[in-house]
């Protein structure tokens, strides 16, 4: 059967930004690099599209825009007194590019786009990543890192602390987010 009509997708850079965001959430409990790749992509849409121009109203007014940036204004100004700021200290403070994110995920309508997705994409790959775990358990899948049954992640994050963080979203009803 041929279609007479072609299927016509009408993607706006906010829905762009919103499935790199499920994406990214998905992503996360396998690591920080995979996130920090689309997390870049999606910083990258949001500048370019001029997202954060438009949107820019919707998180200049959010009550938690000024602690936010407090932290990250503090995490630099910690590099005048520490005691290595070209090794560690330089490293920490690079890593509040995270808080990027924020802003970025701030500037999606979620009265047009369900926010409880983006928890349901951290939850599925939460999943997915605690059965590759047991399955390293079950000496299906091989382990990464020796003794650590972590499925796909590793390094700082442990698959217990990502099993908490998805218990803690998913101790209140979707409707009270």
Same mark, same amino acid.
């Given at each position: ?34 996130? @920090? #790749?689309?997390? $870049?992509?999606? +910083? ?5 599209? /001029?997202? %954060?121009?438009?949107?820019?109203? &919707? ?51 979620? @009265? #047009?786009?369900? $926010?409880?997705? +983006? ?5 599925? /790959?939460? %999943?997915?990543?605690?059965?590759? &775990? ?44």
């Amino acid at each position: 059967m041929v279609l007479k009509t072609p299927i016509k997708i009408n993607w706006s850079p906010e829905q762009w930004l919103y499935y790199l965001f499920c994406g990214a959430f998905f992503l996360l409990p396998m690591g920080t690099s995979p996130f @920090t #790749i689309l997390g $870049v992509g999606i +910083l990258f849409i949001w500048v370019i599209t /001029g997202e %954060f121009f438009k949107k820019r109203h &919707g998180y200049l007014r959010e009550p938690w825009l000024w602690p936010v940036l407090a932290m990250v204004a503090l995490i630099w100004l910690g590099l005048i007194y520490s005691t290595d700021p070209g090794g560690l200290g330089i490293k920490f403070a690079k890593k509040s590019h995270y808080w990027l994110y924020a802003l970025a995920v701030a500037g999606i309508s979620i @009265t #047009i786009i369900p $926010v409880e997705n +983006l928890i349901k994409a951290f939850l599925g /790959g939460l %999943f997915l990543n605690a059965m590759i &775990g047991f399955l390293q358990l079950g000496s299906i899948v091989p382990v990464f890192y020796k003794g650590r049954y972590a499925g796909l992640s590793g390094g700082y994050n442990t698959l217990a602390i990502l099993l908490i963080l998805g218990i803690l979203p998913s101790g209140f009803p979707v409707g009270s987010l």
